[in-house]
């Protein structure tokens, strides 16, 4: 009994030491016959994943400057509200394109250069 115990023991380690891979893309998603049409693919980003940008400057507001991030220095990501409807004022921030990475980390990088 402790024999099976330290053998369920060492592959439980074992399945935990070891760093969980990423998948291959580029296999993933070859394209394996060229004369069939593809059907679109449409990609939708999570909450975050989008960069905003004021627009009449194009300054970048979202996700801007790690340290405006960091520390909690978002004031540019608020909407202008109508004193009368109170409602948010439409228009002053688009969003223009996918973030790839952000504070060293690659969230569409990859997907997107294998799309």
């Known amino acids: 009994m402790k024999r099976y115990l330290v053998v369920l023991l060492a592959f439980a380690l074992a399945g935990c030491a070891t760093s969980p891979r990423e998948p291959d893309l580029k296999r993933l998603y070859a394209v394996s016959s060229t004369d069939r049409p593809q059907n679109p693919v449409i990609l939708i980003h999570g909450i975050f994943g989008a960069k905003l940008r004021t627009t009449d400057d194009n300054r970048e507001i979202w996700p801007g400057r790690l340290t405006n991030f960091l520390f909690g220095n978002l004031d ?25 990475k952000f504070a060293g980390r690659d969230y569409y990088g990859k997907i997107l250069d294998t799309l």
């Open 76 to 100: 540019s990501l608020a909407l202008e509200i109508d004193a009368e409807s109170l409602r948010p004022v439409e228009g002053g921030s688009e969003a223009y394109a996918l973030f790839s």
